[in-house]
């Protein structure tokens, strides 16, 4: 119930018109993670509860007000604190899940100290192999680039990511992932 409570909620944030991502963070990213996250969390001994709260919530602040997205992982883990301590859920999981989120982004070095923490930074990094449409539309729609600048943007954003997932994760996705540059083209 907690689960589909959090999920409602944070899904109204994304169909919200204040929501500068628009509603593609939803059902393109969002839901990639959870699914990822549900998948990883038995192959990497990770809790699937904190797993999947921490993919609900973690880039739930940028949502609710794109200004902080630059330190998004840092508002986010406060307000899925604040958010689960007012539903009664355990101090020590909420401590976990904060955990996840503060480490999950792919472009920070943070040091991933549980199964759950590196399970959600797969989980974050493998939607972005896997659903390269909302990264073109990231490119082309919003940013304006190019063809191939931005296939170019998404080429390297795709190889950086790869380098970052866990051996065992690069071997889960490896034919998505070469399928995504073939689609990109030679860069």
Sequence with gaps: MLIDDIAAMVEAACAAPTNEFGYGIWSHHVTQVVANGRRLAPLLGADAEIVELAALLHDYASICD????????????????????????????????????????????????????????????????????????????????????????????LERTWRKLAPQVQDLIRAEYEAALATLGQG
């Design 66 to 157: 794109a200004s902080l997205y630059k330190e998004h992982h840092l508002h986010s883990a406060n307000v899925a604190e604040r958010l689960l301590a007012e539903r009664g859920y355990p101090a020590e999981r909420i401590q976990a899940i904060r955990h996840c989120i503060e480490t999950h982004r792919g472009s920070m070095s943070a040091r991933r100290a549980t199964p759950e923490a590196i399970a959600l930074a797969n989980a974050d990094a493998m939607s972005h192999i896997q659903q390269v449409p909302s990264l073109l539309y990231m490119v082309y729609v919003r940013r304006g680039m190019g063809i191939e600048e931005g296939a170019a943007w998404v080429r390297a954003k």
